[in-house]
């Protein structure tokens, strides 16, 4: 997919100014977060399988070239076979070659991320296949020519009004008077029109969930029934997944759908657990006779080295974004590629580099919600903050914050200094500001002033009083 | 150097580890060996009835529909019971597993019974359950040559039969069932664990059912007797 990621701010402010995506991110709001705190307190054990799945992660990706050894075997000893793939463009080329190899026209595809960032549908259709979104939301961005803005609901920055609009234009093949207002009637509409594109497939594309080492099998998670619809009725199933999604046992991935679903929509366990392993069995009477995984790296190795590796626990459940006052406000396209809101904000600097996306931890307001609802307990205001030091070492901030800092780090080590122009200014500002009480403008605080009034400093400053009552305290 | 190996070699550096560390993969051997359990539940660790109630609850909260019936031979009196109560055809596709065709269909010839997998036309099809679990009403269901898994996604409504001796607590007991029945490390093409009926709530957040999967999740639960958590068990 191609970023937009630097000019993040530019994104920002056009979408704070949309009253029409202002309106679709208030059922975020109004959704998600009462739904998963019903569901957490529902389930006592919720703080206890957190901080088990934390733990089967991080022990997974401290081996986890053992364990993704161990995964192709048994993906193999199933009749599957496993695609390497250490970049974007190996994976594309690897889908491909298995679609051209069995002559497909159409594929399907279930909701899978690795997809978008490696932007499989452009590919495929470059070369004369044409990939067909089953997922509700994904089919309405793809018919929008749109990229998902949430990694659960790809079509939450939309109003049913406009999607309405898009299946008018689109489905041509209905009565034009048709009632079409309700989502009732658009869910059906789709249903009717992808039930075609099901049957006609030759390949089928899911995502993963989770990979199973212990028995060669991907798990997908859903609602809808489309994956389950896209990988048994073509003759092929890929699965596209990256290399962190292993989990070693059937017993470990039980403890972590317990806390993803319940993290994502608020739901006990999702409509749909489907644990595939392997080709059509000798007998079965249906399901695809070809099993591949293309297994995509794309940096993820490198980022095991470090403090990012703590990133790759992440099961992609939205629960940050769902929590974020800045996704709140902008929505997910403005964050410029693949994964917004905050594990976005610290996974897309690891993968197409932080010259492209370092703007990006800096939108957070250190909250710190994102963290408090990880279901992996990813603490990702630290991450952010690694960034944002990164970003700082490669002269890539603008220049105001690098001299604004500058200056203020050569005050910080000259405390007497620091108190006297401190308390000058409060006490000049107090002067200036006493009649009306507060700033409608002032020099270098136009980011704020532009929103709302400075307050007018009033007596003396915090340093002073502490020191005052130090010295009482002390008689 | 292919992929893998490149892929691999990456991890390793990064891991700061040699490709023959022993202890890493006694380690690995030793976590995969134990299949360990993490926390479960209080909820699916009742006693067999109050498991099973607990199913029925669950489910039922997931928008599935549920009947009870004392003897196998009541099963296709539920079934046809259910499908006049719905406006629904007397055409069923079950799964062509013998514990379904030798229900005594023919008592209800009004009812009409086919055996396979399941193609577009099918509005309504049956299946057998492999197990079911209570802590969220979640059905489990094998593919096989007697389970076509088409059964389970195609039809508008889906029919699943159940006994109560197939109820276990928790997805772990369930697994175990699996691992009694097949091997260790070994599972079927497809299992599919089922929550109540297809729904999406892609459009403005607001939940409708029956987005691509059945509309209709139906279970009609047989009571032979206690289910249990112990992987002998299986119903």
């Known amino acids: 997919m191609h970023s937009t990621a630097h000019s993040f701010k530019d994104n920002a402010k056009a979408a704070v100014a949309d009253p029409q995506l202002k309106r679709a991110l208030g059922h975020v709001k109004s959704g998600f977060i009462g739904k998963r705190a019903k569901a957490a307190a529902r389930l006592p054990e919720f703080e206890a399988l957190r901080d088990a799945a934390r733990d089967i992660k991080t022990h997974t990706l401290e081996h986890l070239d053992l364990y993704l050894e161990r995964y192709e075997e048994n993906v193999q000893a199933a009749g599957g076979q496993v695609h390497w793939c250490a970049s974007a463009d190996d994976a594309r080329a690897a889908v491909l070659d298995i679609c051209q190899r069995v002559g497909a026209k159409t594929v399907t595809k279930g909701k899978s991320m690795i997809s978008e960032e490696i932007a499989l549908n452009d590919h495929l259709e470059a070369n004369g296949i044409t990939p067909v979104e089953t997922d509700l939301g994904e089919y309405i961005i793809q018919l929008r020519h749109e990229p998902p803005s949430h990694i659960i609901a790809p079509a939450v920055h939309l109003t049913k009004d406009l999607i309405e609009a898009d299946f008018r234009a689109e489905h041509t093949q209905f009565p034009a008077e048709r009632q079409l207002s309700e989502p009732r009637q658009l869910v059906d509409e789709a249903r009717q029109v992808l039930r075609e594109g099901f049957l006609k497939a030759d390949v089928g594309i899911t995502g993963a969930n989770f990979l199973v080492a212990e028995t060669g099998s991907s798990v997908i998670v859903t609602n809808e029934g489309n994956g389950d619809l896209t990988q048994v009725l073509p003759k092929v199933h890929i699965v596209v997944a990256s290399l962190e999604k292993v989990v070693p046992t059937l017993e470990d991935l039980s403890t972590i759908l317990r806390v993803l679903a319940r993290s ?10 489907t644990v595939s392993t392997g080709p059509k069995r000798p007998g079965d009477l249906d399901g695809p006779e070809e099993y591949h995984v293309v297994l995509l ?21 939205g629960a940050c974004m769902n929590h974020c006052p800045v996704y709140h406000a902008i929505g997910g396209h403005a964050y410029g590629w693949v994964y917004p809101g905050p594990i976005g904000s610290v996974l897309t600097p690891a993968l197409i580099g932080v010259e492209e996306a370092g703007n990006l931890p800096n939108a957070s307001t250190f909250c710190g919600r994102c963290e408090s609802v990880c279901p992996m307990r990813i603490p990702l205001p630290k991450l952010m903050r690694h960034w944002r030091e990164r970003e700082f070492e490669r002269n890539l901030s603008p220049a105001a914050v690098r001299y604004g800092l500058a200056a203020w780090a050569f005050l910080a080590r000259r405390p007497a200094l620091y108190h006297w122009l401190i308390g000058l200014e409060m006490r000049v500002l107090g002067a200036i500001g006493r009649r009306k009480g507060r700033f409608a403008r002032l020099p270098f605080a136009g980011g704020w002033t532009r929103h709302r009034d400075f ?8 340093q002073a009083l502490w020191a005052e009552r130090q010295a009482g305290r002390g008689r | 150097m292919s992929g893998r190996e490149a892929i691999l070699g990456a991890v390793r550096r990064s891991l700061k580890r040699q490709p023959e560390d022993a202890a890493a993969r006694a380690a690995v051997e030793a976590r995969l060996g134990a299949r360990q359990r993490g926390p479960i539940p209080a909820r699916a660790q ?100 007697r389970a076509p898994t088409t059964l389970n996604f195609l039809p508008d409504t889906h029919i699943v039969m159940l006994k109560t001796s197939q109820v276990v607590g928790s997805y772990e007991d369930a697994w175990a069932r699996v691992r009694a029945e097949f091997g260790n490390g070994k599972l079927p093409r497809t299992a599919n664990f089922i929550t109540g009926p297809s729904r999406t709530a892609d459009i403005e957040q607001t939940i409708q059912l029956g987005a691509h999967g059945p509309r209709r999740l139906h279970i009609v639960l047989l009571d032979d007797g206690p289910g249990g958590n112990g992987p002998g068990n299986a119903g």
């Open chain 1, 455 to 462: 307050p007018a400093p009033q007596g003396k400053t915090f």
């Open chain 1, 264 to 273: 994502a929509t608020g739901q006990e366990f999702s409509t749909y657990t």
């Open chain 2, 46 to 145: 009742l006693e067999p009835g109050a498991q099973v109630d607990l199913f029925q609850t669950m489910a039922e909260e997931h928008a599935a529909t549920l009947t009870r019936v004392a003897r196998a031979e009541d099963v296709p009196g539920a079934i046809a019971e259910y499908l006049s109560g719905h406006n629904l055809p007397q055409r069923l596709r079950a799964a062509p597993d013998p514990a379904l065709e030798n229900l005594p269909w023919d008592r209800h010839p009004l009812l009409n019974v086919a055996h396979g997998r399941a193609s577009a036309s099918d509005e309504v099809s049956l299946s057998g359950a492999f197990a079911a679990v209570a802590e969220t009403g979640t059905l489990m269901l094998l593919s096989g040559e």
């Open chain 1, 297 to 317: 790296d794309n940096g993820r190795s490198q980022m095991l080295a470090g403090e990012l590796r703590e990133v790759l626990r992440c099961i992609r459940c």
